[in-house]
Structure formats: C-alpha cells, structure tokens
C-alpha cells in the first residue's frame, strides 16, 4: 500500500510528475474494476465516501495500538491528505482542477434520500409479512453490505501493509516514494510493479483493463436483471399478503360478489325457463287453433288467437287515439296569441293588409286624424268626416243599404247604447241574409253558408271602418254565423226564410226580452223599501229593472252622468216621468251623495274572462268610490256579452272618439278652438274604461247572480253548447 509523503508538487522534477500520472492512471483502473463494478455511479460515489472515513479510523486505531513511529513525520503541506491515510480509489484525490458540480452534488444527494426512504419503507413491508416472505425479501435485499464487509476486510489488510511499509522505509525520499507508490497500486491490481513505466506497456495495460472492465459491466448487468426479477417475484408474493383485516375485508367481498353473481344468474334462468315456458304454451295454442280445434290449456284459460288479435288491434287503436290527443294539445299549447288588427294601427304591414282589404270591397279608406295621442297610437284615430260614403253608389254598390245606414249613425254617434248598436246590426244583418237567400237560383247544388259569408264580408269590413264591433256585437255575429252554418239547403226557398227569419229572432227575444225580463226580476229582489240608488249613465238593463221595481217598491234613484254624451239625462228624464224620486249629477259631485246611497247598481258593455268589466268611461270611478264607503257595487249584463278576452286596463284595447267632441261647449267663449296649432296639446276622447273585478260584488245575469270569478264558467258552459266558438 501507500502512502502520501510530505513534498509539495511544485518540488517534483519531470519524471516525478510521470510517475505520479501512472499511479494515478493505475488508481482509477483499479477503482473502475473493483468488485463493486455493478453499483451506480451515486452509489459509487457514496460508498467511496464511507470507505475513507472508515479506513481512516482504523488505520489511526492501527498506528496507536501497534506501530509506533520512529521519529517525527515532516509536515506536510495543506494540499496532501493527513498522514497515514491510504487512497483506495479516484474520489480520495483531492484535485482542485477537477471539483465536483454543485449540480451533481445536489442531484446525488436526492437520490440518497430517495434511497433511505425506500429502504424504510421496504423494512416496514417486511415487518408485516410472513415468516416465508421475510426471507424472500431477505434475500433480494442489494448485497451492499456484502460489499461493505469486503471492502473492509480489504482496507485492513492494506493498512497493515502500510503499516510494514512505513517501518521499513521511515526517511522521505519523493522521487523514491512517488515510484513506491506507483507501483504499490498497480501491484494490488495488475501483479509484481515493473522498475520503470514504459509507455507501451502502460498502454497495453490499459487495453486490457478496458477489456476486463467491459466483461464486468457485462457480468454485473446479468446479475442486476437477476436481481429485479427476484425482486419482481418478492414485490408479487408480498402483494398476495397483506395485512390480516385487508384480506378478509377483500374476502368477503369477494364472497358477496359470487354471492350477488350466482344470484343473478339463477334469477336469469328462471326468467329464461319462464320465458321459454310462455313461448312454448303460445305455440301449442296457436297450433290448436289452426287445426280447428280447443285451446289446449290447462283449465281453458287461455284466449283464442283472433281474441289475441282484437286484443292488440285495440290496444293499437287506444295508442293511437292517445298520440293524437297528446299532439293536439301540443299543437294548443304551441299555438300563438293571435294579436287582432283592430289594436295594431302604428305597424305598417297591418295598414298595408288593410289597404288590400278594402280594395277588394272598393271601400275607401277613412281619413286619419291629423294629431295622434302617442300612447294611443295602436289605436285607429279617424277625423270625423263623410268621405267614407260620399263615394259610394246608393244602388248596385257591394254595401247593403242598411248597412251604410247604420254606419252613418255609429259615425255620427246617434247609437250609442251596447243593445242598440247590437240590435241594429242584427236587424241589418237580416236584411242582407234574405237579400242573398233571394239572389241564389240553383239552392241544392250551391254552398249556402259561402254564399252568406262572401255577402257579409263587405259590408262588415264597411261597418268597422264607421266604428270599432263591440265585445256584444262581435259575439252576437260568431253566433249568428254558427246556426246559418247549420241550415238545412234541401227545403224550398220559403222554408229557408223563414228558418233565416227564425234564427234572428230567436236571438233577439232570448237575449234581449227574455234575458232581460229575468234580470229585472233577479235585480229587483235585491232592492229594499226606502234604498237610495246610485247608477252612472244610461244602460237598457238598469232602466228596465228600476221600473219594474219602482212599481212595488219606494225608493230614490241618484243618477251621475258625464259631461259628454249626458246619456244619463235621458235615463232621469225616463225615471222622473214614471214617478220616481230622481237626482241627477255630475260624476264630480259623486262624493257628495255616496253617504246616503245604499246600492249601486251598474250596466256594462261586456264582461273579460278575467272579472274585469268594460263599460263606459267614469264606470271605474264610480265603483272605486263605492266600495271605498263599503257599498255594494251590483253589475247587470247578459251572458253574451261576456267574452275569452282578457284585459287589465284601458290602453291595450279601447276605442278613440272624435276629440272635437271635447271642443263643443254651452259658453260663448271657445278656449280650445286652436287646439290643433298647439304642438304640445293633444285632445283624448276615450270611450271605454276597464273596471276591476274586485271592486265588482256580483254580477247579475240571466242564469244566475255570480261573483266575478265565475265568469269563466259560464264561458265554458257557452262554448259547450257553440255559443261563443271563435
């Protein structure tokens, strides 16, 4: 062995330095083939660590207890190792000209934590496992401590020889201690040193180690991939045995796994067997029924198969039935809201389709007036004029004579009331029915009710340019329709008009005289000795029940009117003449009278799905103040008034009047005259306003007195019978 000696090597001449490059040479050889050769480069450099420090305390344990030294060491220089330290391998040498990368260090050190973490966690693996597995495992460990144990051994026997070889040569001599120590590591490798370093020798030494080192890697990759498959075997093993509560926790699910498999497999067999038996019982059946004879069954249970058939053939048509109601639903519930051309005057394309209309009834088109109320705009605003009919011919024009009658009077406002303005459109509708009926030659090979129709058309689209249907109006025309549609055509001309004659007039006294008669009765009972009555305007109903009772019964009427049409003068006019104790007002000075009054009763001009009642405009105002003094509000109206419509104020859908109307005063001075030069001045003459129905408490009909929520109910029972189908 070795050793370092106390000459700087700045001091050393040229063959010196030779002779310190091949003991260097032969240091690395000797530590690449080293029997560790199998080991990481980490590993290596680790190991290489542990192996100085130990050698360096058994050689100072070596040096105390047997070699004594026999005279004092010179000192040697920083740069050399301590005395007594042997080198074994590359990483002993300190070579300042070579350092380690910080990098490498860092890098080496994670893989030696790394390491120690899975080597605790291997001990704990092992703790837990059987007897056998502890020695699979035990034998698959690295044999680094096999290593270490050689490696030992083998640093004691070169401390001994350094021992012997620092007795027997005490003096330093550097060239001579350079050559020694040359020749001591090659000899632990290569065999007996040579006297001097021939290059050529030195090389073909080297090529042969490269050889020995190759044969080595080679041997140590074999064993390395006999060691992972041995490891590969213990890591299996030790997966097949875990922990005690593990395994039987996996037992029993396992158990119940194959206990839920077997179950379901023996539950589709029976289904299988079930199924397999009802297969083979139909077949029997349908074999014996094609033979001509019995169902073979047990019991005689079982169904022939043309019963099977018009089993399924039901069935079939109950599907059928079902998907067609459910598509018809669909279809409703899809179906858009229809928006009616009468609310839809500011768009364009609906005044375009307006245009077309009347000029395929060579109609002219009305006067639009010359300042609009934005928020009414929706709303058709006409001047009041005569330029509809000044145009049109008195005799073989498409409007019927009645009709252009009656539009001159909607125009000028003289029908005012919902039952005159109604009764008057039937009569005129009569008229131009039977004038059709009368114009048909061929009855039996002809459509009547087309023929009715295409007849009506003008002279409708005619009386709508004059002045809006009402509610009353529209619907006494869809039933109209609806029984002419129902005339039989196979009778002789007679018989048709007297059936036409029979369908206006049945109308007429059933909703009319009859409904009425019936009302008055009904509202009459409700009147009391000494009541004070409130109504507002002039309604045909409330005149006709407050006669009828007047006649039994002693009570004051309060009539409130407005300012415009003062309809409610006539009703006064009316009262007063048959002896009833009458006032008549203002609806300004309404709030003067409401302490004495003890009932209100109310007419209408049509009645929404919803409870809310359309009627002439101060209604709404009336019954708000009534029922802020808790005084029942009682509503008299027909049920053919009453409409699908829904409707919560007065702006979507109301009719506009002539606002010069507003103008006309009794006093000599006209304020409003200008009213059209003035740009910010805008004239509203509405007609209708919507009252809710909760400030309704009944409402009187000819079926029956009824709280407003019932109102849909009577719809239903008119739509059931076709009344009110649109």
Not at 438 to 447: A, F, L, T, Y
Not at 486 to 492: A, G, H, K, Y
Not at 570 to 593: N, S
Request: charged share 35%; proline share 3%; hydrophobic share 35%.
């Amino acid at each position: 062995m070795m050793k370092k000696k106390g000459k700087s090597r700045t001091g050393m001449t040229g063959t010196e330095q030779a002779a310190l490059a091949a003991r260097q040479a032969g240091l690395l050889d000797a530590y690449t083939e080293s029997s560790n050769s199998n080991l990481s480069e980490s590993d290596k450099f680790k190991e290489g660590y542990v192996k100085k420090g130990k050698k360096a305390e058994k050689k100072r344990k070596s040096e105390s207890e047997d070699v004594q030294p026999a005279k004092e060491e010179i000192k040697e220089p920083d740069n050399w190792d301590d005395e007594g330290e042997t080198v074994e391998s590359w990483e002993d040498i300190e070579a300042p000209d070579m350092p380690v990368p910080t990098k490498v260090k860092q890098e080496m050190r994670k893989q030696e934590k790394q390491r120690k973490k899975e080597e605790e966690r291997r001990s704990k693996d092992v703790d837990q496992v059987t007897s056998g597995l502890d020695k699979v495992s035990l034998a698959e460990q690295p044999s680094s401590d096999n290593v270490e144990n050689k490696d030992a051994k083998e640093k004691q026997q070169m401390n001994s020889k350094s021992s012997k070889t620092e007795k027997e040569s005490a003096e330093p001599a550097s060239a001579n201690t350079v050559k020694e120590n040359s020749t001591a590591g090659q000899q632990k490798k290569t065999g007996p040193p040579e006297e001097k370093a021939d290059p050529a020798a030195v090389k073909a030494d080297r090529e042969a180690k490269k050889a020995a080192k190759a044969a080595a890697k080679a041997a140590a990759k074999q064993k390395h991939n006999q060691t992972a498959a041995a490891k590969a075997d213990g890591e299996s093993e030790k997966a097949t045995a875990p922990d005690a509560a593990a395994v039987q926790t996996d037992v029993k699910d396992a158990a119940t796994a194959a206990d839920d498999k077997a179950a379901e497999q023996k539950r589709k067999a029976e289904e299988k067997a079930k199924r397999k038996a009802e297969f083979e019982a139909k077949k029997k059946v349908e074999e014996s029924s094609k033979e001509g004879g019995a169902p073979a069954s047990a019991g005689g249970t079982e169904k022939s198969k043309a019963e099977l058939k018009a089993e399924r053939r039901a069935k079939q048509e109950a599907q059928r039935a079902a998907k067609a109601q459910a598509q018809e639903q669909k279809k409703q519930s899809v179906q858009k809201v229809r928006v009616p051309d009468e609310i839809q005057a500011d768009q364009v394309k609906v005044e375009k389709k307006l245009a077309k209309v009347l000029a395929s009834h060579n109609l002219p088109a009305r006067t639009k007036a010359q300042k609009l109320v934005p928020l009414f705009s929706h709303l058709h605003q006409y001047e009041k004029n005569t330029s509809l009919t000044k145009d049109l011919p008195v005799v073989g024009g498409s409007i019927h004579p009645s009709f252009l009658r009656i539009g001159l009077e909607f125009t000028e406002g003289n029908l005012d009331g919902s039952e005159e303005r109604c009764q008057s459109l039937l009569r005129a509708l009569e008229d131009v029915i039977l004038d059709c009926l009368s114009s048909i030659k061929d009855i039996e090979n002809c459509d009547l009710f087309k023929e009715f129709d295409n007849s009506l058309k003008p002279n409708l689209t005619f009386l709508k340019e004059c002045r809006p249907l009402s509610i009353s109006m529209s619907n006494a025309v869809r039933v109209i329709k609806g029984k002419l549609k129902m005339i039989d055509r196979c009778v002789d001309m007679e018989s048709l008009t007297e059936e036409v004659r029979r369908v206006f007039s049945d109308f007429i006294r059933e909703n009319f005289q009859l409904a009425a008669d019936q009302i008055s009765l009904t509202a009459g009972k409700k009147i009391q000795n000494g009541d004070v009555i409130l109504t507002y305007s002039d309604s045909m109903l409330v005149e006709r029940l407050l006669l009828d009772a007047a006649k039994e019964k002693k009570f004051r009427v309060i009539v409130a009117d407005g300012r415009l049409h003062n309809r409610g003068k006539q009703l006064a006019e009316k009262l007063v003449k048959e002896g009833v104790d009458t006032t008549y007002i203002l609806v300004t000075a309404i709030t003067q009278v409401l302490p004495a009054v003890t009932k209100v009763f109310l007419g209408c001009e049509g009645v929404m799905a919803n409870g809310g009642v359309l009627a002439e405009v101060g209604t709404s105002q009336v019954a708000l103040m009534a029922d802020s003094m808790d005084i029942p509000v009682l509503l008299c109206c027909q049920t053919y008034k009453f409409t699908e419509r829904v409707q919560t104020d007065s702006f979507v859908n109301n009719e506009l009047m002539d606002p010069e109307d507003l103008v006309q005063t009794d006093g000599q001075h006209k304020y409003l005259d200008n009213w059209r030069e003035q740009n910010s001045l805008y004239l509203l003459n509405l007609v209708y306003d919507v009252t809710p129905a909760s400030l309704v408490r009944a409402v009187i009909t000819e079926l029956s007195v009824i709280p407003t929520t019932s109102v849909p109910v009577i719809l239903r029972l008119k739509n059931s019978d076709g009344h009110l189908n649109s």
